[in-house]
């Protein structure tokens, strides 16, 4: 039996006949489709929790002048990284802003201008 291969065309000879393999050039494209389909639905959903854990905290803002890391791990529940991470987003986007430095920090809701940290 005599094998030749190539990259989209497989053929298979024998005494009796032959065949021929034809690679489905579908195949990768569908599949990378889907990959591309589920990393969207995954997007998707971590958008819709920011903009929920987004409205929690200005809604932690109507009652309240100033939050800690540990008080936003306690209100959404999540861990230390990730409320670092999510204080660094709010912050990076004006929408709170960072006072204090190390054990000390504190961040209030960013209105207008920002206030110096010299003042506080």
Not at 31 to 55: C, D, F, G, H, P
Not at 93 to 118: C, F, H, P, W
């Given at each position: 039996m005599i094998i030749?291969?190539?990259?989209?065309?497989?053929?298979?000879s024998d005494f009796n006949g032959f065949r021929v393999v034809m690679k489905n050039l579908n195949y990768d494209f569908i599949k990378n489709l889907n990959n591309r389909e589920s990393t969207i639905k995954t997007e998707i959903k971590k958008r819709k929790i920011l903009e929920v854990q987004i409205q929690k905290i200005m809604e932690f803002f109507e009652t309240n002048n100033e939050l800690t890391r540990l008080k936003l791990e306690k209100l959404l529940n999540v861990k230390e990284?990730?409320?670092?991470?999510?204080?660094?987003?709010?912050?990076?986007?004006?929408m709170l802003q960072k006072i204090g430095a190390t054990r000390n920090i504190r961040y209030i809701k960013t209105v207008g201008k920002k206030l110096s940290n010299e003042n506080h």
């Amino acid at each position: 039996m005599i094998i030749q291969k190539t990259k989209l065309v497989e053929f298979f000879s024998d005494f009796n006949g032959f065949r021929v393999v034809m690679k489905n050039l579908n195949y990768d494209f569908i599949k990378n489709l889907n990959n591309r389909e589920s990393t969207i639905k995954t997007e998707i959903k971590k958008r819709k929790i920011l903009e929920v854990q987004i409205q929690k905290i200005m809604e932690f803002f109507e009652t309240n002048n100033e939050l800690t890391r540990l008080k936003l791990e306690k209100l959404l529940n999540v861990k230390e990284s990730c409320a670092r991470d999510l204080l660094r987003y709010l912050v990076k986007n004006d929408m709170l802003q960072k006072i204090g430095a190390t054990r000390n920090i504190r961040y209030i809701k960013t209105v207008g201008k920002k206030l110096s940290n010299e003042n506080h």
